[in-house]
T-cell receptor, first 112, second 118 residues
Framework: DAKTTQPPSMDCAEGRAANLPCNHSTISGNEYVYWYRQIHSQGPQYIIHGLKNNETNEMASLIITEDRKSSTLILPHATLRDTAVYYCIVGRSGGSNYKLTFGKGTLLTVNP | GAVVSQHPSWVICKSGTSVKIECRSL??????MFWYRQFPKQSLMLMATSNEGSKATYEQGVEKDKFLINHASLTLSTLTVTSAHPEDSSFYIC??????????????FGEGSRLTVL
């Protein structure tokens, strides 16, 4: 699976948009970009995933560059409860090769 | 989203005993479940892939005789830590894929089970 690079930590003011970058320059054609977050001492929570096109759901937006070598997770209006470690993961889709390997992630701290 | 439940949430045991952790998919069938381990201030490390009705696939460096995995049904996988020692103390997390075989299906994670071995 391709490796990802994320900043170790970021800060964001409450109510503002949080933009979390991720580099995945070695991503292959059939690998998806997944974003999860983990609040302290809890299991990871799925946020969003995508292959090529930008994606949006009730939690966040995912912007994937045209060459697919990087992506940005956008939390449009960050709240204190969004403070968590955010993981960007690249993984194969389907079949016996499916598994997700976590990197170190980005600790996002939302400040009042 | 789909719900994955783990039990127990936390367990304390004596060194040398065995501990079983259950992982259930509550509202979907999961032919494949994954077990992760997380030490304090570290990321999740994939331990093994649990396949319903067949042997689990272990990641390199994970002792299969130490961490026994049984995936007896489409909604239940168990991880047994045998002869636990203090270094096995960790946060164990399972996950399952809601739509196996289809491209892009996301994983859903359980709440985690914190094991403390005295």
């Amino acid at each position: 699976d391709a490796k990802t690079t994320q900043p170790p930590s970021m800060d964001c003011a409450e109510g503002r948009a949080a933009n979390l970058p991720c580099n995945h320059s070695t991503i292959s054609g059939n690998e998806y970009v997944y974003w999860y977050r983990q609040i302290h001492s809890q299991g990871p929570q799925y946020i969003i995933h995508g292959l090529k096109n930008n994606e949006t759901n009730e939690m966040a937006s995912l912007i994937i560059t045209e060459d697919r070598k990087s992506s940005t997770l956008i939390l449009p209006h960050a709240t204190l409860r969004d403070t968590a470690v955010y993981y960007c993961i690249v993984g194969r889709s389907g079949g016996s090769n499916y598994k997700l390997t976590f990197g170190k992630g980005t600790l996002l701290t939302v400040n009042p | 989203g789909a719900v994955v439940s783990q039990h127990p949430s936390w367990v304390i045991c004596k060194s040398g005993t065995s501990v079983k952790i259950e992982c259930r998919s509550l509202d979907f069938q999961a032919t494949t479940m994954f077990w992760y381990r997380q030490f304090p201030k570290q990321s999740l490390m994939l331990m093994a892939t649990s396949n319903e009705g067949s042997k689990a696939t272990y990641e390199q460096g994970v002792e299969k005789d130490k961490f026994l995995i049984n995936h007896a049904s489409l909604t239940l996988s168990t991880l047994t830590v045998t002869s636990a020692h203090p270094e096995d103390s960790s946060f164990y997390i399972c996950s399952a894929r809601e739509v196996p075989g289809l491209a892009g299906g996301e994983l859903f994670f359980g709440e985690g089970s914190r094991l403390t071995v005295l």
